[in-house]
């Protein structure tokens, strides 16, 4: 739901103003500016000193700012000791025996006393609250609302890869309130199809979601309009928290502070992440991370969620767990298109199914129509093998 173009340009013109606001205060400290000044080598000082400081940190760079030659210890040193010779030695061998010793920078040992600290504030938490914790169950009685007016409309979509057709005129309607399922053989195009609907492939035929047109428009524009989407991938950010990693999502919901404050932790507790909230997404299970995922999408409050693998890697038990995080999703009235390859999943939580095989729809039903089709069972299974079954 982020630019990546917009980012990209704030982010240089981020980095151009603190260069320019640099150089404005070096040539007043020199007094005058020559080229000697921004040699090469001096360059590379620059480099040593900031990966020796840490070059991962916001306080690598302070303490690289303070390390700096013309920095407030350089300065310190240097009316004592005359360093101004020797600074660029001395930072060498400092930098090798950072790579050797400590990758993570000077300030690396204070970041890992800080991280041992919350480990074990969060284990001591842990321990205080598992009795309380109480996990809802795929076995619960839950109503299933009638299926509303038809959310996305896709009309004769295609997707080519030069000779190559992935997805072929295809057409499938999703209604609202509903939980969707795509299924299909390796191959079929299920992720193609989703990256056309998501404005990530090139394609051709009509997408409309919620009366709204969207050939055409970027991808973070369907996010804004009400389309969230996650990847086989995952793609979470490994040095942010889990709260953290939601929080990216709701960049395009407009919320205020306050709003999305209180936003995020509906979407914490619905999806029952409050246990890990505070955690790295390194530390937690597959299972939490793929809801990690799935919180981030809803971060963005769209009205089509699209999923795809996102019981990849998880067993039964989680695969029940997940089941039962989509339902409290759906209860929410976010509609579901999932894409997955668990087909106990994908048949007892969907209301509705389409089958694709070589980038075609070949079944469209109810689960249990779905699972005595045919056409599917030789698309999964071989013609001699579903002959075999048959018999």
Same mark, same amino acid.
């Given at each position: ?61 302070? @303490? ?44 690396? &040992? ?39 007016? &038809? ?20 057409? @499938? ?35 409309? @979601? ?46 205020r502070l306050a709003e999305a404050e209180a936003s995020l932790d509906r979407i914490i ?5 409050s246990r890990v909230r505070e955690r790295g997404v390194a530390e937690v299970s597959q ?19 699209? @999923? ?24 929410t009235g976010v509609t579901i298109l999932l894409i997955d390859h668990d087909m106990s ?47």
């Amino acid at each position: 739901g982020i630019s990546v173009v917009k980012v990209k340009m704030i982010s240089f013109a981020i980095g151009a103003f603190i260069a320019g606001l640099g150089g404005a205060l070096l040539s007043y400290q020199q007094g005058s500016i020559t080229f000697q000044s921004f040699s090469a080598l001096a360059g590379l000082s620059v480099l040593t000193t900031t990966y020796m400081a840490g070059i991962t940190s916001v306080f690598g760079g302070l @303490l690289a700012g303070i390390m700096m030659e013309g920095g407030v210890m350089f300065t310190a040193i240097d009316r004592n000791i005359e360093i101004g010779r020797w600074f660029g030695i001395v930072t060498s061998f400092g930098v090798i025996m950072t790579v050797l010793k400590n990758p993570e920078g000077i300030v690396g &040992p204070a970041h890992a006393f800080f991280e041992r600290r919350r480990l074990a504030k969060l284990a001591e938490i842990d321990a205080a609250s598992t009795d309380q914790i109480d996990r809802r169950r795929s076995d619960d009685i839950r109503v299933v609302p009638p299926p509303g007016d &038809p959310l996305l409309v896709v009309r004769d979509l295609s997707v080519s890869y030069g000779g190559v057709v992935a997805v072929s005129d295809v057409d @499938l309607t999703v209604h609202e309130g509903q939980i969707v399922g795509l299924i299909g053989p390796n191959g079929a195009g299920k992720t193609t199809f989703m990256d056309a609907v998501s404005g990530f492939t090139a394609s051709s035929g009509a997408v409309v @979601l919620g009366g709204r047109e969207l050939s055409g428009l970027a991808p973070h524009r369907r996010v804004a309009v009400g389309l969230g989407r996650t990847f086989q991938g995952i793609d979470l950010y490994e040095d942010l928290s889990v709260a953290e990693n939601i929080a990216v999502g709701q960049q395009v919901s407009g919320e205020r502070l306050a709003e999305a404050e209180a936003s995020l932790d509906r979407i914490i507790e619905l999806l029952d992440l409050s246990r890990v909230r505070e955690r790295g997404v390194a530390e937690v299970s597959q299972g939490e991370r793929q809801l990690v995922s799935i919180a981030r999408a809803l971060a963005g409050r769209p009205r089509l969620l699209m @999923l795809d693998e996102p019981a990849a890697g998880l067993d039964t038990n989680e695969s029940l767990w997940l089941a039962d995080r989509l339902h409290d999703i759906r209860s929410t009235g976010v509609t579901i298109l999932l894409i997955d390859h668990d087909m106990s999943l994908v048949l007892s939580l969907c209301d509705e199914i389409h089958v694709l095989d070589f980038g075609s729809v070949i079944a469209s039903g109810t689960p249990s129509e779905i699972r005595n089709n045919p056409l599917v069972t030789q698309a999964y299974l071989g013609t001699s093998q579903a002959e075999e079954v048959e018999s």
